[in-house]
């Protein structure tokens, strides 16, 4: 089975610096997907970013990139100009690309990492 | 605005109590989920239906009976619910097929369930 792990609870960053959220996976997988989500207190989980596991490139979109490191099974997010909307719950999650109905189903979430930004 | 829409937003109601939680979705997708939310926890999957009929139960209690009457449309029967039921629970859908994975699964607002 696959787990996600999330080493830090809780993580801070001065409005407009840089943060950088670690996730680390376990899998024997060599074929899946990685997500950043992120979770307001408004509850719905948003999707920040998302990375093959076969792409070397690591994913960017806007002010939020990845550090994908496969082989130290390492996904960690930044984040460059931090907003005061930018807090919230972040969830790392993983997916295999295995069969729907089993493995490929499923949502492997980390327990998670609450980003506070203060002004 | 969610492309997953969940109705009702919130609900309390007491164990003996029969409800059920609706969700809708319009994006074509064939897979849908139900996932269970504590406070300050990742959600838990409970539900998987893939072109509508069920492939995963991660061995849920009875007491929470899923349905999926059509492509758009998943419910959430609940009866005899316990104290420990109340939580967050979050619909999800996606696309099922191989060629999709990489698609991620898109999330309603939930519903914030009570157990008096």
């Known amino acids: 089975a696959q787990t996600v792990t999330q080493s830090q609870p809780e993580m801070s960053v001065q409005e407009a610096e840089t943060v950088t959220l670690s996730c680390t996976y376990d899998?024997?997988?060599?074929?899946?997907?990685l997500f950043w989500y992120k979770q307001p207190p408004s509850r719905q989980m948003i999707l920040v970013i998302r990375q093959e596991a076969y792409k070397q490139q690591n994913a960017t979109e806007n002010r939020f990139s990845v550090n994908f490191q496969k082989a130290a099974k390492s996904f960690s997010l930044k984040i460059s100009d931090s907003q005061l909307g930018d807090a919230a719950m972040y969830f790392c999650?993983?997916?295999?690309?295995?069969?729907?109905?089993?493995?490929?189903?499923?949502?492997?979430f980390g327990e998670g990492t609450q980003l506070t930004v203060n002004p | 605005d969610t492309e997953v829409t969940q109705t009702p937003k919130h609900l309390v109601m007491g164990m003996t109590n029969k409800k059920s939680l609706k969700c809708e979705q319009h994006m074509g997708h064939r897979a849908m989920y139900w996932y269970k939310q504590k406070a300050k926890k990742p959600p838990e999957l409970m539900f998987v239906?893939?072109?509508?009929?069920?492939?995963i139960n991660e061995s849920v209690p009875s007491r929470f009976s899923p349905e999926c009457p059509n492509s758009s449309l998943l419910n959430l029967h609940l009866h005899a619910l316990q104290p420990e039921d109340s939580a967050l629970y979050l619909c999800a859908s996606s696309h099922p097929a191989r060629a999709d994975r990489h698609q991620p699964q898109h999330f309603g607002d939930g519903t914030r369930l009570s157990i008096l």
């Open positions: 239906y893939s072109y509508e009929k069920l492939s």
């Open positions: 999650a993983y997916r295999s690309a295995g069969v729907m109905g089993t493995s490929g189903s499923r949502l492997t």
């Open positions: 899998t024997s997988e060599s074929d899946y997907y």
